[in-house]
């Protein structure tokens, strides 16, 4: 599978892996924490508070690359950045891992940890990767490169959310895969440091220019205005809300936590914006190709992180999980199901999975339903990503050789119109289930992770790739961050949308609005891919002998070979 790629990649490749192990495996589970009953280790908050929180979270674990990116680039260098950021992840989920009954102290710590440690070393493992393609030998693999990088953060994100069913399960509580997380974090970190000598050639801080301004003038200029526009989206609305003799607090986005975040962000939109206005010549140009993608790929971000509220939120209680006799044996000595029991005639049918299942296919009292637990439906994903990525770096490499194959933009475009027609899937789903009254078949969820996971593999990694190739040298991590920042402001709105699930009257509602979403932004980008082609073909070129062997290796035995390998990985 590395054959042709530097030696730096699989160690990359392995340190991602972990550390998306524990991200996902928290990920995976955190609403299904928030909103479970404390007798269950949860915190038994509502649907629309846990939906606001993990919003909030997975905004700013996104957010914090920016910082990451930026110390790393001017003071610290990648791979001092990278174990410091992996440390205090792992300090973070072990943190999470404390028992508790409420969002205590100890609780928004952990999340601050996490927040900052993704944010140390998401951006700048990124940046590494695409370092190893600076040597032309390998410039003309960095997209393949990318993708297999992609698809070793979900071979952990895949195997992670049986873990976490397993311990959850076995020890009824959600501190031990929170446990469990911080461990496979810290297995990253020491995998990273016995590699360094692969990846030391990458880790070249490049000199500033004149016009750059000092580390310490950028985050006051950013994050001073950040945290004033926060304050007023947290604190100046509820007031304007009184002023007004609002009797319901007054909010723009829905709470409090979404006004301060989406306020916040201004400023940071704004450097980015600024990098452009005073750049001039050749990084003008590669500014002005790489920001309007990353306004774009927003709604990607925005439709694609409801897996972990609005999608989990349907595998809980629209979805039929019972297994079936022949297999509830095995799988229940593998701890990878939960036990419903049938509620009393009094209990809040709401708030089981009995709400939309008749009558007729209840349990006796003292027998449970055996359910698969919810979050292993967050390993389709994955599963897909591990599965796919060989075939789709095949076909573009099989377009290549024709001399066929999309820009990256142009992938970035295909990406988006995919998801646009995953969202489609979903609302097949709340039609066929009469809007929810009835249970899913499982294959609704799992065709809309197939169809929205292709859309990913032409984005996602494409998009890193993308960066790692326009940016000015000197900006790379900055713009990796102001990828991440895309990601981020995404997220946010993943949590908002998620949270209006239920305001619909018929739940269609929420897939349509993402469905138009994606759609409108594959037009626009399709809209700018002729300049977008135009800078990537002047300031990417691949040496015209590199290229040549590049093809050359693809349409050798050795490449069927690699193919292979990819498939068995």
């Known amino acids: 599978m590395f054959k042709n790629h530097p030696r730096g990649l699989p160690v990359l490749f392995f340190t991602e892996m972990w550390e998306r192990f524990g991200f996902y495996l928290m990920l995976g589970i955190f609403l299904l924490y928030l909103t479970a009953t404390p007798d269950k280790g949860g915190l038994s908050l509502e649907y629309t508070t846990a939906s606001d929180i993990f919003g909030t979270y997975i905004a700013l674990v996104y957010l914090t690359p920016f910082i990451g990116g930026l110390l790393a680039d001017r003071i610290f260098g990648y791979r001092k950045t990278i174990m410091v950021g992996g440390i205090l ?14 969002a205590d102290v100890t609780f928004w710590l952990a999340l601050v940890l996490i927040m900052l440690g993704n944010g140390l070393f998401k951006p ?72 360094q000598k692969h990846t030391v050639s990458a ?16 985050l006051l200029k950013v994050f001073g205005p950040a945290l004033a526009f926060g304050l007023v989206g947290w604190f100046g609305i509820p007031f304007l809300g009184r002023l007004m003799h609002s009797e319901k607090i007054l909010t723009i986005f829905g709470s409090t936590s979404s006004d301060a975040f989406l306020f916040a962000c201004i400023p940071v939109v704004f450097f980015y914006a600024s990098l452009w206005f005073r750049s001039q010549g050749e990084d003008r140009e590669r500014l002005g190709a790489l920001l309007p993608i990353f306004a774009v790929v927003i709604v990607f971000w ?82 897909f990503v591990v599965f796919l990525t060989p075939l789709v770096v095949g076909v573009f490499a099989f377009l290549r050789r024709r001399g066929k194959e999309p820009s990256t ?39 809309t992770y197939g169809i ?21 040298p000197r900006l790379t991590a900055v713009l990796t961050g102001g990828w991440f920042l895309s990601t981020s402001i995404g997220n946010k709105l993943s949590g908002i949308l998620s949270g209006l699930m239920g305001s619909f009257e018929h739940k269609s509602g929420i897939f349509l ?30 040496p015209a002998e590199a290229a040549a062997e590049a093809v050359q290796a693809e349409a050798s035995p050795a490449a069927d070979a690699e193919s292979k390998a990819s498939k068995d990985a």
């Open 89 to 102: 992840m792992g300090l973070g989920y072990l943190a999470l891992g404390i028992p508790r009954t409420g």
């Open 124 to 195: 700048n493992i990124s940046t590494l990767v695409g370092n190893l393609y600076n040597d032309p030998h390998y410039a003309a693999h960095k997209d393949s490169g990318f993708n297999i990088f992609y698809m070793g953060i979900n071979i952990g994100a895949f195997v992670c959310n049986f873990v976490a069913a397993f311990l959850r399960n076995k020890f009824g509580t959600f501190s031990v895969p929170f446990i469990a997380a911080g461990v496979g974090m810290f297995i990253g970190v020491i995998w990273f440091a016995l590699g």
């Open 203 to 218: 880790d070249v801080i490049k000199p500033a220019k004149p016009e750059d301004e000092p580390v310490s003038k950028i």
């Open 302 to 383: 925005a439709i694609f992180h409801q897996n972990g509220a609005a999608l989990t939120v349907w595998a809980r209680d629209y979805t039929n999980r019972e297994i079936p006799t022949a297999l509830a044996g095995a799988a229940g000595h593998l701890k990878l199901v939960e036990e419903s029991y049938a509620p009393s005639s009094d209990a809040n049918l709401a708030e089981t999975y009995f709400h939309n299942l008749p009558r007729n296919q209840w349990p006796k009292e003292t027998v449970p339903l055996r359910l698969v637990s919810t979050e292993l439906f967050q390993s389709v994903n994955p599963f």
């Open 409 to 447: 933009p142009g992938k970035i475009a295909l990406g988006l119109f995919i998801t646009a027609l995953s969202t489609l899937v979903m609302t097949g789903a709340t039609f066929a289930t009469h809007n929810g009254a009835e249970k899913a078949s499982a294959l609704w969820l799992i065709a």
């Open 452 to 472: 929205i996971t292709t859309g990913e593999l032409c984005l996602s990694p494409m998009g890193l790739s993308l960066v790692s190739k326009v940016s000015p």
């Open 513 to 542: 609005i993402n469905f138009a979403g994606a759609l409108t932004a594959t037009v626009l980008i399709v809209l700018m891919l002729p300049r977008l082609k135009k800078v990537l073909e002047k300031y990417t070129a691949i």
